[in-house]
Structures are given as C-alpha cells and as structure tokens.
C-alpha cells in the first residue's frame, strides 16, 4: 500500500513537498507516478520516477517548478512543487507503477494502487 | 498532447442494467488505454488495463474494449456498489491524459 502526507497550506509563490510511503512489496522494482486532481475535475498526470535508477520524466508544463525522488531506504517516495498558485490546489495522489515504457521518456503505463492522496490548497 | 473524450459524462441505470461508457482518443493509441473507478473521497482504482485486460481482484461484470481510437468499458449487470465516476487514461504517449470522467448513478 501507498500512504501519503497530510493536507497542507500554502501561500502563493511557496514550495510544498508531498511524501508517499510504501509497504508490502519490493519499492525499488515499480515505478511511482504522479497525478493530482482540482476540486471537482479530473485526473491530470504530473509524472513519474524510478525508485530503482530516479530516473524522471515530468509534464512538460510542470517543468522547472517539480522535483521527484525517492529514498529507497525509506521506501518513500516526495514530490516538491514550488513556485505555488491557486491553480495548484489540488488532491495530489502517488500511485505504483504497472508496465514501463520508454517513448520520448520512460514511465509506467497504468497505475495501482494509488495512496490516500494530499490536499494541498494554495491560498492568501 | 491526446485528448480523451468519454460519453455520456453522466448515466443514471436501475441495478441490474447494462451500462455501457464510451472514450474517444483524439490520435490512435493501439490498445494503451486503462479504465479506473472513483468513489466520493477516495483514490482512484485500477479496472482495466490495455483496453482488455481485467485487473486482478476486480470483478468480471466489468470489462473493456476496443483499439485505436474507439474504447467503451462496460458493467454487465450494474450494482450498487457501482455508483462512482469512471476515467479513462491513455498510455501511448507523453503527458499520459485521462478522459473527462462519466458518474455513473443508480436510480
């Protein structure tokens, strides 16, 4: 299973960092993906790291504000989103990767199971 | 970036009923296509997987298919339990997207 950190708050232009603990199997063999859900929206795909190399593959429209890694010793894998707007307040979810593959970057295909998820709101 | 449409965006069925929901990709995506339920308040869970294939534990009213462009997941006998939002995912190409979701109600 995949237990997340706990809800947060953050104001405008700030960093938050999202962590993603993992049991009950090997961490270093899956890969972990990223995706966070709006209030009331879908599902938008933030990316991907490989626990086993951390190795990354990110949207290209979260580039240069996420950093994804993993501490393998811990299981654990975090997500740091910085440079906070009102846009990113969101249900953040980890999920454990299922089928890998490397096409214009490496990253799981489907996603299970997912953690709990994060509340991260960005407000005033 | 794929876009991914899904109809109808909501179905309201009497349990027991046959439900079937529709995802168009904007490109072709061969067979890379996932469908996940979510329930109120919770995460997402895996049903399908490569438009077909049924993800272990999941039961078999559930199931998927299609390629290229046309997908539709369908519930065979709908139960209560059942009554959740459904997404579908694309997994051909970066950024991975998901469809728009379909709430699926009971009457």
């Known amino acids: 299973q995949l237990i997340q950190s706990g809800p947060e708050v953050r104001k405008p232009g700030a960093s938050v960092k999202v962590s993603c603990k993992a049991s009950?199997?090997?961490?270093?063999?899956?890969?972990i993906t990223w995706v966070r859900q709006a209030p009331g929206q879908g599902l938008e795909w933030l990316g991907w790291?490989?626990?086993?190399?951390?190795?990354?593959t990110h949207a290209q429209r979260l580039q240069g504000r996420v950093t994804m890694t993993t501490d393998t010793s811990a299981s654990t894998a975090s997500m740091e989103l910085r440079s906070l707007t009102s846009d990113d307040t969101a249900v953040y979810y980890c999920a454990r990767g299922m089928l890998m593959r490397c096409s214009g970057g490496c990253y799981s295909l489907y996603f299970d199971p997912w953690g709990q998820g994060s509340l991260v709101t960005v407000s005033s | 970036d794929i876009q991914m449409t899904q109809s109808p965006s909501s179905v309201s069925a009497s349990v027991g009923d046959r439900v079937t929901i529709t995802c168009r990709a904007s490109q072709g995506i061969s067979s890379y296509l996932a469908w996940y339920q979510q329930k109120p308040g919770k995460a997402p869970k895996l049903l399908i997987y490569a438009a077909s294939s049924l993800q272990t534990g999941v039961s078999s009213r559930f199931s998927g298919s299609g390629s290229g462009t046309d997908f539709t997941l369908t519930i065979s006998s709908l139960q209560p339990e059942d009554s959740a939002t459904y997404y579908c995912q694309q997994a051909n190409s970066l950024p991975l997207t998901f469809g728009g979701g379909t709430k699926v109600e009971i009457k």
């Open positions: 790291i490989s626990p086993y190399n951390n190795t990354t």
């Open positions: 009950g199997y090997t961490f270093s063999s899956f890969g």
